[in-house]
């Protein structure tokens, strides 16, 4: 079997460069929301707001790190904001509009 974080770096694969983490809460957001995130994060220290947050790259390692420990690893990666997310939700909604079951 392939150990888990291969087998997340390759789902995620180039589509992470669209996604962040904010080191201050642990969020993980499109690129595009940092504004609105910078102004809705409750645990961002004035300095850090002003200085635009504090944004990581998102990687599958980070991903990883949020499910280990917990049941249904795999199940619970696809419930992060993340192109783990999108991709399979594109792909059930894909089956239901052509009426595959």
Sequence with gaps: ARPMLA?????MGAE?????????CGTALNAGSK?????????LKAA???AGG??????????VQQVEGKSEPYL???TLE????YEVN???REVAFRGER
């Design 7 to 11: 087998t997340v770096e390759a789902a």
């Design 82 to 85: 993340s192109p783990l997310c």
């Design 54 to 63: 504090v944004f990581q790259k998102m990687t599958a390692e980070w991903a």
């Design 16 to 24: 992470c460069e669209k996604y962040v983490t904010c080191a201050a």
């Design 90 to 92: 594109a792909a059930m």
């Design 35 to 43: 504004e609105r995130h910078l102004s809705k994060c409750v645990k």
């Design 76 to 78: 619970r990666l696809y």
């Design 48 to 50: 850090q707001r002003a």
